[in-house]
T-cell receptor
Framework: GDSVTQMEGPVTLSEEAFLTINCTYT??????LFWYVQYPGEGLQLLLK?????DKGSNKGFEATYRKETTSFHLEKGSVQVSDSAVYFC??????????????FGIGTKLQVIP | GAGVSQSPRYKVAKRGQDVALRCDPI?????LFWYQQALGQGPEFLTY????????KSGLPSDRFFAERPEGSVSTLKIQRTQQEDSAVYLC????????????FGPGTRLTVL
């Protein structure tokens, strides 16, 4: 079945440091790939997405590129801020039974940015 | 409403009790999903509705779990005879009818079974 593997946290960085959170996936067919963010006390929010190979998703300074050859979708940001502290989930969407697109999540990586 | 809402936000139950968790999707959203998120884990799919029809319940962990959406809007996830391993955050998400539409998540209900 489909699966997503992402680096375990927590990841602690100083403000303005460079961020990379690794994510690899296993899926049949051509899934769409996502990064979701969960701020403390809030629900999951879509951060960015890519629907086909070599697409780059970007939002709020975060970027991730869909690499089919390495089955990866690593999240990067050049300069993190304290407000980026949250849990980040890598996810893929593929065909499920019932005619819908099933979302499979990784375990989440907690990011803590210190001033 | 402006987003997906869930109630209660927190629920404490004694082992063996029945609980009911409510989800109010975004108005007009045809698709509704339930996920279970254990501590330190990512959300795991439980079940999917399109309008009032439950099209996939393959993720429900046991027959103690039951979900319904009788009028195609509000949904209730019911857990009978709760066990400690049921302790988790239960997330609801909704989306428009197309299979490729984004899922919008509610804040979740944190269930603790003592």
């Amino acid at each position: 079945g489909d699966s997503v593997t992402q680096m375990e946290g927590p990841v602690t960085l100083s403000e303005e440091a460079f961020l990379t959170i690794n994510c690899t996936y296993t899926a049949t067919g051509y899934p769409s790939l996502f990064w979701y963010v969960q701020y403390p006390g809030e629900g999951l929010q879509l951060l960015l997405k890519a629907t086909k190979a070599d697409d780059k998703g970007s939002n709020k300074g975060f970027e991730a590129t869909y690499r089919k050859e390495t089955t990866s979708f690593h999240l990067e940001k050049g300069s993190v801020q304290v407000s980026d502290s949250a849990v980040y989930f890598c996810a893929l969407r593929s065909a499920g039974s019932g005619g819908y697109q099933k979302v499979t999540f990784g375990i989440g990586t907690k990011l803590q940015v210190i001033p | 409403g402006a987003g997906v809402s869930q109630s209660p936000r927190y629920k404490v139950a004694k082992r063996g009790q029945d609980v009911a968790l409510r989800c109010d999707p975004i108005s007009g959203h045809v698709s509704l999903f339930w996920y279970q998120q254990a501590l330190g884990q990512g959300p795991e799919f439980l079940t999917y509705f399109q309008n009032e029809a439950q099209l996939d319940k393959s993720g429900l962990p046991s027959d103690r779990f039951f979900a319904e959406r009788p009028e195609g809007s509000v949904s209730t996830l019911k857990i009978q005879r709760t066990q400690q391993e049921d302790s988790a955050v239960y997330l609801c998400a909704s989306s428009l009818g197309s299979p490729y539409n984004e899922q919008f998540f509610g804040p979740g209900t944190r269930l603790t079974v003592l």
